[in-house]
Structure formats: C-alpha cells, structure tokens
C-alpha cells in the first residue's frame, strides 16, 4: 500500500481526536491513581510471569473503565488501546520489568493478543460482550495476522487493526 493511501486511512475526525485524548486523560488517571487503584493495575503489569501478558491484561482493565466511564468508538477504543499499551510499556522499562530494548514488535503483538483476549473475557464475564463484534473482530483479527505473516497480500481497507497499525 502507497503511502498517500495509509495517510488517508489513518486521518481521524476531529471528534475522534476529541475523543481520544478525553478517553486517553480518564485511562491516565486510572493508571496513576493513587493508593489501591493504581497499585492494582502497576501489580497486574509487575506480578505476571509474563510481562507481556501483564501489560495485556492491564490494558483490557484500564479500556474497559474508560469505556464505562464514556462511549467510545471502534477506531477510538483502539487507538486509546494503543496509547494506553505505550503508557504501560514505559512505566514496565521505568520499574525494570522489561528492558527497552526487549520492546519489539514480536512482543508489542504478544501484548495485543493478551490485551485482546483479557478483554473479550472481561465482556463476557460482565454480560457485556456483542457476540456479532466479536465474529466480525476475530475475523479481522485472523486476516491481520495472516497479512503479517504474508507481507504480499493485498491490504483489506479501512480494517480498525490496519489503520491502528499503519
């Protein structure tokens, strides 16, 4: 895909840039909230066995409070998935729970997929999961790794994982 073609794709409104920074203000207040709050979600990160799984799981808490607290939409609840996963990573390498340099693209995508499946577990578990979204998500999902996987396949336009990733 051109690069004039993934720009257009990735142009948010601007009440999606509204949104997501009011999102993206809630989720840091989550993060950093003092006392129990906040130690939950820095214990969910700091006492995996796998870091990765951690951030994942931390990252489903923290999206699906913010989801509580507004409405948001596909494209916005995964940019602020996005931005909350760099918030989490760089408090993780601050404590020495992973070195910078372990932060790759192998382990971004392990954080995806714990972050994803702690979240649909988290819906179904409060009655709240779409079981519709969800087909269409995993779909996308299994397309989206499997471009990955095969970098000469012909992008599919406008997927939330392809404009989410660039």
């Known amino acids: 895909m051109d690069e ?7 142009q948010a409104t601007p009440e999606e840039e509204a949104q997501l920074e009011q999102a993206f203000d809630i989720a840091i207040k989550v993060i950093h909230a003092p006392g129990k709050a906040g130690d939950n979600i820095a214990g969910m990160v700091l006492d ?3 870091v ?28 602020l998935a996005e931005k909350i996963t760099d918030e989490l990573a760089a408090l993780a390498i601050q404590a020495g729970a992973v070195a910078k340099d372990e932060l790759n693209d192998q382990m971004t995508d ?12 988290m819906k179904e578990s409060l009655g ?3 079981q519709d ?7 996308e999902a299994q397309s989206f790794m499997g471009q990955q996987q095969k970098p000469a396949a012909p992008a599919k336009s406008g997927g939330l994982l392809q404009r989410a990733r660039g």
Do not use: C, F, P, R
């Open 4 to 10: 004039t073609m993934q720009q257009n794709e990735l």
């Open 48 to 50: 995996a066995k796998q």
């Open 52 to 79: 990765q799984q951690g951030i994942g799981q931390a990252v489903a808490t923290v999206l699906i409070t913010v989801e509580k607290k507004m409405q948001l939409t596909d494209d916005v609840k995964l940019a």
């Open 110 to 121: 392990a954080i995806a997929s714990h972050a994803m499946s702690a979240y649909i577990s």
């Open 128 to 130: 709240e999961l779409n």
């Open 133 to 139: 979204e969800l087909s269409a998500n995993v779909q």
